[in-house]
T-cell receptor, first 115, second 113 residues
């Protein structure tokens, strides 16, 4: 019954490696997001997809590449991981039509640790 | 500077006490969202305010949006250990499609039994 799910929950890897995080939502929403929450708990949007199209890209390094195979899935691939990429990454989904509420539903997060 | 300021940054209260968290915007809000994050978990939606002067309650949590739609407060009455966590406000500044939420830095709340 999980609305927004992410895998894996924890990811520990070496610098320079490439890794992916997967996200799926079963809420029928048309918009999905990736957020990064740093050690100071600051939540910052990275990307947003609406119906498989990239609509928000918040000055994220090219090493981060989101992919949306369909509107229920949004994956995040990270190349050449760096120490500063260590954070909790949250996936979220929501509706984004005109004048609708912008309530977003969050996944449980993926804690990425780069050694 | 932050578009959305939250205060206080952290709060420790004794169980049973009331508390207030504030969220102030540098510009007029289209919508203001309050979320709670339990340590190590995702964000859970609490409530959303859109109209100036609006007030909503959920159990012992009440949120208000001022008339100018630039400040919101979250008030917890008779706090309990289950209220502990990080409270984040998220702001919606536009009414169009493909909007994004701008987030405050969060308020970390601890409730001592």
């Amino acid at each position: 019954d999980t609305a927004v799910s992410q895998t894996p929950k924890y990811l520990v890897t070496q610098m320079g490696n490439d890794k992916s995080i997967k996200c799926e939502q079963n809420l029928g929403h048309d918009t999905m997001y990736w957020y990064k929450q740093d050690s100071k708990k600051f939540l910052k949007i990275m990307f947003s997809y609406n119906n498989k199209e990239l609509i928000i890209n918040e000055t994220v390094p090219n090493r981060f590449s989101p992919k949306s195979p369909d509107k229920a899935h949004l994956n995040l691939h990270i190349n050449s991981l760096e120490l500063g990429d260590s954070a909790v990454y949250f996936c979220a989904s929501g509706r984004s039509d005109l004048f609708s509420y912008n309530e977003q539903f969050f996944g449980p997060g993926t804690r990425l640790t780069v050694l | 500077s932050q578009e959305l300021e939250q205060s206080p940054q952290s709060l420790i209260v004794q169980e049973g006490k009331n508390l207030t968290i504030n969220c102030t915007s540098s510009k007029t809000l289209y919508g203001l969202y309050w979320y709670k994050q339990k340590y190590g978990e995702g964000l859970i939606f609490l409530m959303m305010l859109q109209k100036g002067g609006e007030e909503k309650s959920h159990e012992k949590i009440t949120a208000k949006l001022d008339e100018k739609k630039q400040q919101s407060s979250l008030h917890i009455t008779a706090s309990q250990p289950s209220h502990a966590g990080i409270y984040l406000c998220g702001a919606d500044f536009n009414a169009g499609n493909n909007r994004k939420l701008i987030w405050g830095l969060g308020t970390s709340l601890a409730v001592n039994p």
